[in-house]
């Protein structure tokens, strides 16, 4: 591998060339194996601090970031919007400082506004890890559904991604289109026209608003929570409608072919998006996106971390 | 400069280029200055000794430009922007007179505070500060503010910049009422349904960033909305900073046929596109937000064609603290008033060859000073001695931190631009000078 990693932050998928992209999946592959031991820890971020501040709310997301600290043998505190003093009326700035002047290392954020961890990056010497930016980018979740795709399916070139849902309002969504194409993976977006807008097209992706079109030669359908707490407006007529045209009913799935996988970001909506028995089948590859999660998000610390000495 | 004690101070600027659009002028020759009002050359034939001599060869003369759209800050956010402080600003743009709008606190809406601005413009302000009152109570688009009251004020239009009147009813009862007394509606067109919580022009850039989208339709909504009440009403509407290429489209058909419809531009819509938000620069945002080429494209035909026909700023301060903020919260706006007229030069006369300088000087004299109804844009004698002096060749880079304005919001900096200002003159004073 003769890829090196040049960056402090990790900010986006869209900036990120192929081979970056390979350097931070195969470094999770060395990472995934750790996980496996019974000493789960290694010294590679020792003496290194990392604040998980989290402006928005998030559970799976923080926990998977702090665990990957704790095993790199990083320090770590949380810092959320209700106990930081943004509550107080200071400014995103002003607080990223002050962690700054504690001399933080690696600043991992999940804020609401699009554009958040590219404002601090320009303005720290700290490490800036995006976890999370409202409906933009959402890195290391494009990086650990790409991983898990390679991993069942030993390549991404030439396979076709169903990404399924709200995509408007989807940083995850985004990510992923960024990660998949540059991969050579042909990627379809399904849903409600009020959600996938035309204007995705210019990102190298199929639309489709015909989801029984789509499944039976997709290779990975991903399965996108519908968003209320994004949406302001009335982007369709309701879950019953939203379940009758795109939902991934046990009906549907058996257009899939039988070695499809079935992938979810979380949190899951049971019975909306997708049948609840269905998320738990063997098709379903949840649960060990969780796992490679922890995997790339070591790697990926581990690689800024390395940068922001 | 001044010479206080003789009976009659004078001024000639000599061999100039005087392009006084309001006279059909267009010649090269001296302009005379008699205590502060253009003057004949037989007013100083018999006075050799206390005149002034200014020498602009290789210069415009210029009646003094308007800016019919500032935000000039007070009262109410004194640390973006004084009057005094946006009136330098002004007069080093080129600028004599410039309408502030009335999106202060408290809101221009009342006859006190229109009062109040007009005794701090007299107090502190180099450049002639018109006011602009509101159409609504405290811009809220509920009830009609006292319109008359605010007109005897000395309000010389009125509009809820920043805000719209989402209510057709009321806006269109505000038509009315401003026909009666005598002064146009000046409204800033956004329908809040359709851009929602818009930040950013609806499109490719919005799609990639994953920022809400202003879609062009929620300009042209309320376009086509004052189109209709202007022909109901039979009085002028003139539609603030268009944006959007439909925008033109309407306002064409619209004034084809003789409706009292117009539209203005601001710099930054011709200058850049939403491209420029792909850093999460919160200098580029503004409302309306910068949209594509083709709107560029269109409001340029537009500018050319006549069918858009005054240029103006939508000098907007903000503090630093204010725009260096997470792209969402930062506030809508950018300064112009000290880059306008190099950018519109720049731009409309030399690379896109769109209009000749006595239109791009026409657009900022005689047409906002009739639709306006204003006493100023022009050299004729008798006029307040109101002249900007340009040089539309000269080039010269832009330097924020230089800015006589109290903020520096602009993603302007460090463009190198063709035309400016040389020097500003009210009332026969010079106010400012290259």
């Known amino acids: 591998m003769t890829t090196r990693w040049n960056r402090k932050d990790l900010l986006g998928l869209r900036e990120l060339s192929v081979d970056e992209i390979n350097l931070v999946l195969d470094t999770a592959d060395a990472f995934k194996q750790v996980g496996t031991r019974e000493i789960k820890k290694v010294p590679a971020l020792r003496g290194k601090t990392l604040v998980n501040f989290f402006v928005e709310p998030s559970t799976r997301t923080r926990t998977s970031f702090e665990l990957a600290a704790f095993r790199l043998s990083a320090d770590v505190i949380n810092i959320s919007a209700a106990t930081s003093s943004l509550s107080k009326g200071e400014t995103l700035k002003d607080t990223a400082k002050i962690l700054e002047a504690n001399h933080v290392d690696i600043i991992v954020l999940r804020h609401n506004s699009a554009g958040a961890p590219q404002f601090l990056a320009e303005r720290l010497r700290s490490s800036v890890i995006n976890a999370g930016d409202g409906a933009h980018e959402h890195p290391t979740q494009g990086l650990l559904d790409t991983y898990t795709i390679r991993e069942k399916k030993k390549r991404i070139e030439g396979l076709h991604v169903a990404i399924i849902g709200d995509i408007l309002f989807s940083r995850v969504a985004r990510s992923n289109i960024f990660a998949l194409t540059k991969l050579g993976a042909r990627v379809t977006l399904v849903g409600p026209s009020t959600l996938v807008p035309r204007d995705f097209e210019k990102l190298g992706v199929t639309i489709s608003y015909d989801i029984d079109k789509v499944l039976p030669t997709a290779d990975v359908v991903n399965l996108l929570r519908i968003q209320h707490e994004r949406q302001r407006k009335e982007y369709f007529p309701g879950v019953g409608e939203y379940i009758r045209l795109f939902g991934l009913t046990k009906e549907r799935a058996k257009l899939l072919k039988p070695d499809c996988l079935i992938m979810h970001p979380g949190p899951i909506n049971r019975g909306v998006e997708i049948d609840s028995e269905l998320a738990d089948g063997n098709q379903s590859v949840i649960l060990d996106q969780v796992t490679n999660g922890l995997a790339v998000r070591m790697a990926v610390l581990y690689l800024c971390g390395g940068i922001a000495a | ?434």
């Open chain 2, 1 to 434: 400069m001044r010479y206080p004690n003789y009976a009659m101070s004078a001024i000639v600027i000599h061999n100039g280029r005087i392009i006084d659009p309001a006279n059909g002028r267009d010649e090269i020759g001296d302009l005379v200055i008699v205590d502060g009002k253009i003057a004949d050359q037989s007013a100083i034939r018999n006075q050799k000794s206390a005149i002034e001599e200014i020498d602009a060869t290789e210069l415009i003369v210029a009646p003094g430009l308007i800016d019919m759209h500032v935000h000039l800050r007070e009262p109410g956010f004194g640390h973006k922007e004084t009057i005094a402080s946006g009136a330098r600003a002004a007069a080093t743009g080129g600028f004599t007179t410039v309408v502030c709008m009335p999106n202060t606190l408290p809101v221009a809406d009342n006859p006190s505070t229109i009062t109040w601005i007009k005794d701090r413009a007299r107090d502190s302000a180099r450049v002639n500060v018109l006011p602009a009152g509101a159409i609504s109570k405290n811009l809220e688009g509920l009830e009609l503010a006292p319109i008359a009251s605010i007109v005897q004020s000395g309000v010389i239009a009125i509009t809820d910049d920043g805000k719209c009147v989402q209510n057709h009813e009321l806006m269109r009862r505000a038509v009315e009422y401003a026909r009666m007394v005598g002064v146009p509606v000046l409204d800033h067109c956004q329908d809040y349904n359709l851009v929602g919580h818009g930040v950013v022009n609806e499109g490719e850039w919005s799609t990639l960033l994953g920022l809400s989208g202003w879609p062009a339709a929620g300009e042209e909504a309320m376009v086509m909305r004052n189109i209709l009440l202007a022909e109901l009403c039979d009085h002028h509407i003139h539609c603030q900073h268009i944006s959007a290429a439909g925008s033109i489209r309407l306002i064409r058909e619209a004034r084809g046929r003789g409706v009292k419809i117009s539209g203005e531009v601001c710099p930054h819509h011709v200058a850049l596109t939403d491209a420029a938000i792909q850093n999460f620069d919160t200098n580029c945002k503004m409302n309306p937000p910068l949209r594509t080429q083709r709107d560029i494209d269109a409001i340029i035909e537009g500018i050319a064609d006549g069918t858009l026909t005054i240029l103006c700023s939508d000098h907007a301060p903000h503090a630093a603290f204010e725009k260096e903020v997470e792209f969402d919260q930062a506030p809508f706006g950018i300064v112009g008033l000290e880059t306008e007229l190099g950018l519109f030069i720049d731009i409309l006369v030399h690379k896109r060859k769109a209009i000749s300088i006595n239109r791009l000087i026409e657009m900022f004299t005689l047409e906002p000073a009739r639709l306006l109804k204003i006493e100023v844009g022009t050299l004729s004698i008798g006029a307040n001695a109101d002249i900007t002096l340009i040089d539309p060749d000269l080039e010269w880079t832009v330097d924020a931190s230089s800015f006589e304005s109290l903020s520096r919001n602009t993603p302007f900096g460090g463009w190198k631009l063709k035309g400016r200002a040389a020097r500003t003159i009210v009332g026969g004073e010079t106010v400012w000078q290259l």
